[in-house]
């Protein structure tokens, strides 16, 4: 498994799970348990969940597939924003760590920004790790001038990674959020890494990888796993699927299939506003 070392020493896989949606479908759950379950066995030990998905039905579910592997698996939450004051940050992760059943987060994420004022979240973060509830802490879909932000206040410089929305289709971070991530040394997590399967209907990705012997997903995966201090965390619910995205690993893509991709979904040519799902 490729890795990516966090700011904090800790050594993660580049390619995790999402969990967004899972637990919705009460018959599918059986399968996303075993998905989950596999994906360990896999290597895939990072899992990426949120209080927002089913209002705590995936936590609830993630809980049950970590049961007794709890000590393989790197867990990131996130808190809501209409959570993420000094207090409600605490009793939010309180509440996550129960549907989990487990009492620690690895990293723990302000999942966008709110009104709450970034102090009181990073005082909320460090008295949760203080207390050893969770191990290191960071946010999503924070753009560039958020980030100046964040890191500015007491604590904010410890921030572990930004969770954003980056796949081939969606490349306008790389114009300067992840310049200057790379720059501070700040991991990426890449979200909706397929854009939610949409781009595997993309008739340019689906000529290249039929070129390259890949499927879509892989390419797409591919893609992002061959950038520096990416995580990418595509979901499935399906057993079959996670080994199709995990095969990715096996084709690391050569410097003339990026060009190719590079090429038929150019980077951004200037500034954008971030885009979130
Ligand atoms: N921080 C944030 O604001 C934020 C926002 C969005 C997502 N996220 C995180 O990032 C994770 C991934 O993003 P995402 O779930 O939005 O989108 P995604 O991973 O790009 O795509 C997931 C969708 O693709 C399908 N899929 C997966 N592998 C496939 C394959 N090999 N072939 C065909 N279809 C496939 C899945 O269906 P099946 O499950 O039926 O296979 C699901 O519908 C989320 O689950 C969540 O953990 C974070």
Not at 238 to 246: A, C, D, G, M, P
Not at 255 to 269: D, G, I, M
Request: aromatic share 6%; net charge negative.
């Amino acid at each position: 498994m490729n890795t990516v070392t966090l700011p904090l020493g800790e050594c993660v896989p580049a390619l995790g799970m999402g969990t967004w949606h899972i637990g919705d479908d009460p018959g599918a759950r059986k399968e996303e348990v075993a998905t989950l379950r596999l994906g360990l066995d896999l290597g895939a030990k990072l899992i990426d969940t949120a209080e927002m998905y089913g209002g705590g039905r995936a936590e609830e579910l993630v809980g049950e597939a970590i049961a007794g592997r709890r000590q393989e698996v790197f867990l990131v939450d996130k808190v809501l924003p209409s959570n993420a004051s000094r207090r409600g940050t605490v009793a939010a992760c309180e509440r996550s760590l129960r549907r989990l059943k487990t009492d620690r987060i690895d990293l723990y994420l302000l999942h966008w920004r709110g009104n709450a004022p970034f102090s009181e979240t990073v005082a909320a973060f460090m008295e949760l790790q203080r207390a050893g509830k969770i191990r290191g802490y960071g946010v999503s879909n924070l753009d560039l001038d958020e980030m100046k932000e964040f890191v500015s206040v007491p604590g904010g410089e410890a921030v572990q990674t930004d969770q954003v929305l980056w796949n081939l289709s969606r490349r306008n971070v790389e114009w300067d959020l992840v310049p200057w991530l790379r720059q501070h040394r700040i991991p990426v997590m890449a979200y909706s890494p397929i854009e939610q399967a949409r781009l595997l209907e993309d008739p340019r990705l689906i000529g290249f990888a039929r070129r390259q012997g890949l499927t879509p997903a892989q390419a797409a995966l591919s893609w992002l796993l061959a950038k520096e201090d990416v995580i990418v965390i595509p979901k499935t619910s399906r057993r079959e699927r996670l080994s199709e995205n995990l095969g990715a690993l096996d084709h690391p893509l050569t410097p003339p299939q990026l060009s190719e991709l590079e090429r038929l979904f150019p980077a951004p040519s200037g500034p954008h506003s971030l885009e979130m799902l």
